[in-house]
Protein backbone atom coordinates (compact mmCIF):
# COMPACT_ATOMS: atom_id res chain seq x y z
CA UNK A 1 0.00 0.00 0.00
CA UNK A 2 0.66 3.45 -1.00
CA UNK A 3 2.28 5.43 2.44
CA UNK A 4 3.91 8.27 3.58
CA UNK A 5 5.66 9.01 6.69
CA UNK A 6 6.34 12.13 8.42
CA UNK A 7 8.45 11.17 11.71
CA UNK A 8 8.51 14.60 13.06
CA UNK A 9 5.47 15.63 15.01
CA UNK A 10 6.28 18.41 16.13
CA UNK A 11 8.97 21.01 15.70
CA UNK A 12 9.73 23.88 17.15
CA UNK A 13 12.20 27.26 16.30
CA UNK A 14 12.97 30.30 16.75
CA UNK A 15 12.20 32.72 14.41
CA UNK A 16 15.53 33.11 11.49
CA UNK A 17 16.55 29.58 12.26
CA UNK A 18 16.42 27.13 9.13
CA UNK A 19 14.47 23.81 9.62
CA UNK A 20 13.56 20.70 7.89
CA UNK A 21 11.12 18.56 7.43
CA UNK A 22 11.36 14.40 6.80
CA UNK A 23 9.20 12.89 4.69
CA UNK A 24 9.62 9.53 3.51
CA UNK A 25 6.95 7.48 1.52
CA UNK A 26 6.24 4.16 -0.52
CA UNK A 27 4.75 3.95 -3.87
CA UNK A 28 3.93 0.94 -6.48
CA UNK A 29 3.95 3.78 -9.04
CA UNK A 30 6.95 4.40 -11.67
CA UNK A 31 6.24 7.39 -12.09
CA UNK A 32 4.93 9.87 -9.79
CA UNK A 33 5.43 13.31 -8.29
CA UNK A 34 5.70 14.54 -4.56
CA UNK A 35 3.81 17.65 -3.19
CA UNK A 36 4.38 19.64 -0.01
CA UNK A 37 1.41 21.14 0.98
CA UNK A 38 1.13 23.61 4.29
CA UNK A 39 -1.79 24.16 6.50
CA UNK A 40 -2.05 26.92 8.34
CA UNK A 41 -4.13 27.63 11.74
CA UNK A 42 -7.25 28.40 9.23
CA UNK A 43 -7.34 25.21 8.09
CA UNK A 44 -6.99 25.88 4.09
CA UNK A 45 -4.46 23.45 2.30
CA UNK A 46 -1.77 25.17 0.34
CA UNK A 47 0.05 24.06 -2.20
CA UNK A 48 3.77 24.59 -1.78
CA UNK A 49 5.76 22.45 -4.18
CA UNK A 50 6.02 19.89 -6.51
CA UNK A 51 8.32 17.58 -7.80
CA UNK A 52 8.54 14.69 -10.45
CA UNK A 53 10.19 11.34 -9.85
CA UNK A 54 12.35 11.24 -12.98
CA UNK A 55 14.27 14.46 -12.02
CA UNK A 56 16.08 14.47 -8.71
CA UNK A 57 17.98 17.51 -9.18
CA UNK A 58 17.16 19.84 -6.32
CA UNK A 59 15.73 23.38 -5.90
CA UNK A 60 15.72 26.26 -4.15
CA UNK A 61 12.59 28.91 -4.86
CA UNK A 62 12.28 31.83 -2.25
CA UNK A 63 12.73 30.69 1.17
CA UNK A 64 12.13 27.12 0.55
CA UNK A 65 14.23 24.11 -1.10
CA UNK A 66 13.73 20.54 -1.20
CA UNK A 67 16.00 17.70 -1.16
CA UNK A 68 14.45 14.82 -3.04
CA UNK A 69 16.31 10.76 -3.35
CA UNK A 70 14.29 8.32 -5.12
CA UNK A 71 17.19 5.73 -3.70
CA UNK A 72 15.90 6.13 0.11
CA UNK A 73 12.10 7.36 -1.20
CA UNK A 74 12.70 10.49 0.99
CA UNK A 75 11.92 14.29 0.02
CA UNK A 76 12.67 16.50 2.41
CA UNK A 77 11.79 20.11 2.75
CA UNK A 78 13.82 23.28 4.34
CA UNK A 79 12.62 26.86 5.26
CA UNK A 80 15.05 28.77 5.32
CA UNK A 81 15.17 31.79 8.14
CA UNK A 82 12.00 30.95 9.50
CA UNK A 83 9.19 33.47 10.08
CA UNK A 84 6.18 33.02 12.46
CA UNK A 85 3.79 33.05 9.65
CA UNK A 86 5.67 29.68 8.51
CA UNK A 87 3.66 27.86 12.20
CA UNK A 88 1.33 25.54 10.42
CA UNK A 89 0.88 22.01 10.01
CA UNK A 90 3.14 20.68 6.98
CA UNK A 91 1.87 17.55 4.55
CA UNK A 92 3.96 15.70 2.25
CA UNK A 93 1.88 13.80 -0.41
CA UNK A 94 2.47 11.84 -3.31
CA UNK A 95 0.39 11.64 -6.28
CA UNK A 96 -1.13 8.32 -6.86
CA UNK A 97 -2.28 6.40 -10.20
CA UNK A 98 -3.84 7.78 -13.11
CA UNK A 99 -5.88 10.38 -10.89
CA UNK A 100 -3.16 11.67 -9.13
CA UNK A 101 -5.16 11.57 -5.81
CA UNK A 102 -2.75 12.76 -2.80
CA UNK A 103 -1.93 10.77 -0.10
CA UNK A 104 -1.17 12.26 2.94
CA UNK A 105 1.17 11.71 5.82
CA UNK A 106 -0.06 12.77 9.36
CA UNK A 107 1.91 16.28 9.07
CA UNK A 108 4.51 17.58 10.92
CA UNK A 109 3.44 20.84 12.85
CA UNK A 110 5.88 23.61 13.25
CA UNK A 111 5.61 26.43 15.42
CA UNK A 112 7.79 29.57 14.75
CA UNK A 113 8.37 31.72 17.97
CA UNK A 114 9.54 35.40 17.84
CA UNK B 1 -9.44 34.50 -10.28
CA UNK B 2 -11.84 33.02 -7.09
CA UNK B 3 -10.79 29.92 -5.85
CA UNK B 4 -12.25 26.60 -4.53
CA UNK B 5 -15.09 27.52 -1.96
CA UNK B 6 -17.18 25.54 -0.24
CA UNK B 7 -20.82 25.87 1.77
CA UNK B 8 -21.67 25.20 4.06
CA UNK B 9 -18.81 25.95 6.15
CA UNK B 10 -20.08 23.85 9.28
CA UNK B 11 -22.73 22.12 9.45
CA UNK B 12 -24.22 20.34 12.52
CA UNK B 13 -26.11 17.41 12.00
CA UNK B 14 -28.56 14.83 14.23
CA UNK B 15 -27.09 11.46 14.28
CA UNK B 16 -29.43 9.55 11.37
CA UNK B 17 -30.19 12.83 9.37
CA UNK B 18 -28.78 13.04 5.77
CA UNK B 19 -26.63 16.25 4.53
CA UNK B 20 -25.56 17.81 1.63
CA UNK B 21 -22.12 19.79 1.07
CA UNK B 22 -21.12 21.79 -2.08
CA UNK B 23 -17.88 22.29 -3.79
CA UNK B 24 -17.57 25.11 -6.41
CA UNK B 25 -14.21 24.27 -8.23
CA UNK B 26 -11.96 26.79 -9.44
CA UNK B 27 -13.75 27.82 -13.50
CA UNK B 28 -12.39 24.85 -15.66
CA UNK B 29 -10.74 23.03 -13.92
CA UNK B 30 -11.22 19.46 -15.30
CA UNK B 31 -10.45 17.25 -11.92
CA UNK B 32 -11.98 17.20 -8.57
CA UNK B 33 -11.55 15.34 -5.66
CA UNK B 34 -13.05 15.06 -2.01
CA UNK B 35 -10.91 14.25 0.99
CA UNK B 36 -11.88 13.37 4.56
CA UNK B 37 -10.27 14.83 7.62
CA UNK B 38 -10.41 13.93 10.92
CA UNK B 39 -9.08 15.72 14.03
CA UNK B 40 -5.44 15.67 13.87
CA UNK B 41 -5.07 13.41 10.89
CA UNK B 42 -4.22 13.90 7.18
CA UNK B 43 -6.78 14.22 4.68
CA UNK B 44 -7.69 11.06 3.15
CA UNK B 45 -8.60 10.59 -0.51
CA UNK B 46 -12.82 9.46 -0.91
CA UNK B 47 -13.60 10.17 -4.68
CA UNK B 48 -12.39 11.75 -7.80
CA UNK B 49 -14.24 13.13 -10.65
CA UNK B 50 -12.72 13.73 -14.33
CA UNK B 51 -15.33 16.10 -15.50
CA UNK B 52 -18.62 15.01 -14.77
CA UNK B 53 -17.52 11.16 -14.77
CA UNK B 54 -16.94 9.87 -11.46
CA UNK B 55 -13.27 7.56 -11.99
CA UNK B 56 -12.42 6.63 -8.74
CA UNK B 57 -14.57 6.02 -5.52
CA UNK B 58 -12.38 4.04 -3.80
CA UNK B 59 -12.02 5.86 -0.67
CA UNK B 60 -15.82 6.35 0.30
CA UNK B 61 -15.85 4.95 3.44
CA UNK B 62 -19.76 3.18 3.25
CA UNK B 63 -22.46 3.66 0.48
CA UNK B 64 -24.20 6.21 2.75
CA UNK B 65 -21.56 8.63 1.16
CA UNK B 66 -22.59 9.43 -2.21
CA UNK B 67 -20.89 11.90 -4.70
CA UNK B 68 -22.10 13.66 -7.78
CA UNK B 69 -20.77 16.34 -10.16
CA UNK B 70 -23.35 15.98 -13.10
CA UNK B 71 -22.37 18.84 -15.27
CA UNK B 72 -18.73 18.53 -14.77
CA UNK B 73 -18.53 22.00 -12.36
CA UNK B 74 -20.28 21.89 -9.24
CA UNK B 75 -19.75 18.65 -7.07
CA UNK B 76 -22.12 17.63 -4.12
CA UNK B 77 -20.99 15.02 -1.36
CA UNK B 78 -24.10 13.81 0.03
CA UNK B 79 -23.57 11.45 3.61
CA UNK B 80 -26.96 9.34 4.35
CA UNK B 81 -28.02 8.82 7.55
CA UNK B 82 -25.36 10.76 9.33
CA UNK B 83 -23.25 8.74 12.03
CA UNK B 84 -20.83 9.89 14.73
CA UNK B 85 -17.75 8.82 13.27
CA UNK B 86 -18.67 10.88 10.18
CA UNK B 87 -17.35 13.86 12.00
CA UNK B 88 -14.56 15.50 10.04
CA UNK B 89 -13.83 18.01 7.68
CA UNK B 90 -14.78 17.30 4.56
CA UNK B 91 -12.32 19.51 2.18
CA UNK B 92 -12.75 19.56 -1.78
CA UNK B 93 -9.89 20.54 -4.02
CA UNK B 94 -9.76 21.24 -7.77
CA UNK B 95 -6.97 20.91 -10.59
CA UNK B 96 -6.55 21.90 -14.15
CA UNK B 97 -5.89 19.11 -15.61
CA UNK B 98 -5.61 14.98 -15.12
CA UNK B 99 -2.90 12.65 -14.94
CA UNK B 100 -0.64 11.03 -12.20
CA UNK B 101 -1.20 14.13 -10.52
CA UNK B 102 1.01 16.04 -12.83
CA UNK B 103 -0.91 19.25 -12.10
CA UNK B 104 -1.07 20.82 -8.54
CA UNK B 105 -4.44 20.46 -6.38
CA UNK B 106 -5.88 23.91 -5.12
CA UNK B 107 -8.12 23.40 -1.89
CA UNK B 108 -11.61 24.55 -0.32
CA UNK B 109 -11.83 25.65 3.06
CA UNK B 110 -13.46 22.37 4.05
CA UNK B 111 -17.05 21.92 5.87
CA UNK B 112 -16.53 20.77 9.18
CA UNK B 113 -19.01 18.53 9.79
CA UNK B 114 -20.29 17.54 13.38
CA UNK B 115 -22.73 14.68 14.38
CA UNK B 116 -24.07 14.84 17.78
Known amino acids: AQKVTQAQTEISVVEKEDVTLDCVYE???????LFWYKQPPSGELVFLIR??????QNEISGRYSWNFQKSTSSFNFTITASQVVDSAVYFCAPGSGNTGKLIFGQGTTLQVKP | GAGVSQSPRYKVAKRGQDVALRCDPI?????LFWYQQALGQGPEFLTYFQNEAQLDKSGLPSDRFFAERPEGSVSTLKIQRTQQEDSAVYLC??????????????FGPGTRLTVT
Open chain 1, 27 to 33: TRDTTYY
Open chain 1, 51 to 56: RNSFDE
Open chain 2, 27 to 31: SGHVS
Open chain 2, 93 to 106: ASSRGTGQGYYEQY
